[in-house]
């Protein structure tokens, strides 16, 4: 079975740990496809050049990322440039011969770009162009399974290839958690989506009331209910990850002991493929 690892872009998560465990995972015979987050570094990045990064509000409520071309040119040098290259260079270091990869590179990640977005602003929607996004809609699962039996670890960043109405391709960005998901299911995965928290809790604000697992629809809609912020793209991160063909998703904490083996065990919050209504299921 192959795990789908996810580690977020959060100041406070620490990679140390979850590097750590790929390499046990490794040693032990077990293909491991890491992915990774990092708006904070590409914000970051923004700010030292002297410019800020822009988020806008769809008229669902949904606050995500406005990616024009500056903030495109930032996000290429920052994610497979920097962030890919530093978690290779430690997994090297580590004892594992990592391979890392943008969405880009043999057209792993796939989907149509979105130039276009609608917005909220001052309670009134608009079109915003010029954007650099889109949706995946497929993944060269090929590429990573070669990877993987030739006993190399894929390490996966978007960009994602963006398909132009006149055919041609453009680098743009994706949701870090649903190119996760889109791996996970290409590859009828284990997906482990590592975060700053411990799981999803009924009260945000008081880990006590973590929701240990999830099965059936009913229960899942509990989880959906409870996520709030960052958390309600995981979930839906979560539900297109089964939805897709995952075995299971775990939320957990980046920073546990041997947090990737002990979210496999049963830490964080789990969500099995039951979560799915009959009509999902199905297709």
Known sequence: ??????????????????LADVASLVEDGEDVVLT???????????????????YVETPGGVVGRFTDDRTMDVF???????????????????????????????????????????????????????????????????????????????????PVLGKEKDGGYTAVNADADRAAAAVAGALEADLVLLTDVSGVYEDPDDESTKID???????????????????????????EALTGGASSVVVADANADEPISSALAGEGTTLEPGVLNTEEAAQ
Request: zero cysteines.
């Open 36 to 54: 990774h987050g990092g708006s904070t570094a590409v914000d970051e990045t923004l700010e030292e050049l002297g410019e800020e990064p822009t």
């Open 1 to 18: 079975m192959t795990t789908v690892v996810k580690i977020g872009g959060a100041r406070a998560v620490d990679p140390e740990g979850a």
């Open 213 to 239: 697992s999830a099965s059936t629809p009913e229960a899942f809609e509990t989880v959906k209910s409870a996520a709030e912020g960052f958390m309600t793209k995981k979930v839906m991160a979560a539900e």
């Open 76 to 158: 290429k040098m920052v994610m497979p440039g920097k962030l890919n290259t530093d978690l290779v260079e430690s997994l090297q270091n580590e004892g594992v011969n990592a391979v890392g990869l943008s969405g880009t590179d043999g057209k792993l990640l796939e989907g149509k770009r979105k130039s276009a977005v609608r917005v909220k602003e001052d309670g009134k929607k608009k079109i915003k162009r010029g954007d650099h996004s889109g949706t995946i809609e497929s993944v060269n699962a090929d590429l990573l399974e070669t990877l993987l039996e030739g006993g190399y670890t894929p390490v996966v960043s978007v």
